[in-house]
Nanobody, 127 residues
Framework: QVQLVESGGGLVQAGGSLRLSCAVS????????MGWFRQAPGEEREFVSA?????????YADSVRGRFTISSVNTKNTLIYLQMNILKPEDTAVYFC???????????????????WGQGTQVTVSS
């Protein structure tokens, strides 16, 4: 059974930084794409960032580009980070990581390509 476990969330003041981690366990495989999504209270879940298994091909939502950086620790794409800098109150949300096992023509921003999801970690940015 595949498990995705996020960590690193917390409370931070506006302008501060946090680093989220997502670890994949339970099965030997290399996710083709790992993604981060977030959901604020009363809002739909939205795409934040994604990284391919090559470790170099990355994607960002316009709202976080230039402030957030996604990276993969190992070549198997089973441990990824999301470095979040210059945090804003509007970044407050539950952050989820997700794993897509196979290549897809569907955009990485589409939740449908992801096969497994973590439980989420809360990020709260105070003004």
């Amino acid at each position: 059974q595949v498990q995705l476990v996020e960590s690193g969330g917390g409370l931070v003041q506006a302008g501060g930084s946090l680093r989220l981690s997502c670890a994949v366990s339970g099965r030997t495989f290399t996710p083709y794409t790992m993604g981060w999504f977030r959901q604020a209270p009363g809002e739909e879940r939205e795409f934040v960032s994604a990284i391919r298994s090559d470790g170099r091909t990355v994607f960002y939502a316009d709202s976080v580009r230039g402030r957030f950086t996604i990276s993969s620790v190992n070549t198997k794409n089973t441990l990824i980070y999301l470095q979040m800098n210059i945090l804003k109150p509007e970044d407050t949300a539950v952050y989820f990581c997700a794993a897509a096992l196979t290549q897809s023509r569907v955009d990485v921003r589409n939740e449908l390509i992801y096969d497994y999801w973590g439980q989420g970690t809360q990020v709260t940015v105070s003004s």
